[in-house]
């Protein structure tokens, strides 16, 4: 299936508006590949993609970090593409917008004591309802929404 996002405008736009979160992504994953080469998984829509031993996944910049442990990471790597994204869209905001919300959601024992007993779904905040849907609209596969 072909990116419907133009990718140079996908890299101008993570390197000039989005600079901010690629540097820490770039320097998080060339630390990884340094660490352990065998952890690269590629490209993934222009992003690229690597493996971590951290609970969880995370997209920073055009760098998408994936949970080591997932089984079919496909979905996850669909709503992490839409993170990619929201970097594109936000620039320099992204980090106070989406990154630090979207850190404190996923990793504060209450949400996730909550989200544990079926009172919410992960995707019911907004940074990741929001990365759900950007990551089906520009790759046209699922989410992890679904």
């Known amino acids: 299936m072909k990116n419907k996002f133009s990718y140079p405008l996908y890299l101008f736009l993570q390197w000039t508006w989005g600079i901010v979160q690629n540097v820490i ?10 660490k352990d080469p065998r952890r690269m998984r590629g490209n993934f829509f222009g992003a690229k993609v690597i ?4 609970d969880g996944s995370a997209g920073i910049g055009m760098f998408i970090f994936l949970d080591d442990r997932l089984r ?8 992490e593409y839409g993170h990619t994204i929201q970097s594109c869209i936000l620039g320099p905001f ?27 779904t992960y995707s019911r905040f ?7 849907r950007l ?12």
């Open 72 to 79: 079919d990471p496909r979905r996850v790597l669909v709503h």
């Open 25 to 34: 992504g770039g320097f998080l994953y060339l630390f990884l590949i340094l």
């Open 135 to 146: 990551g089906r609209r520009y790759t046209g596969l699922d989410s992890i929404d679904r």
């Open 94 to 120: 992204y980090l106070f917008v989406i990154g630090i919300p979207s850190l404190i959601w996923a990793n504060l024992p209450i949400f996730q004591r909550n989200r544990r007993r079926g009172r919410y």
């Open 126 to 132: 907004y940074p990741e309802k929001w990365a759900n």
């Open 51 to 54: 493996s971590w031993k951290l």
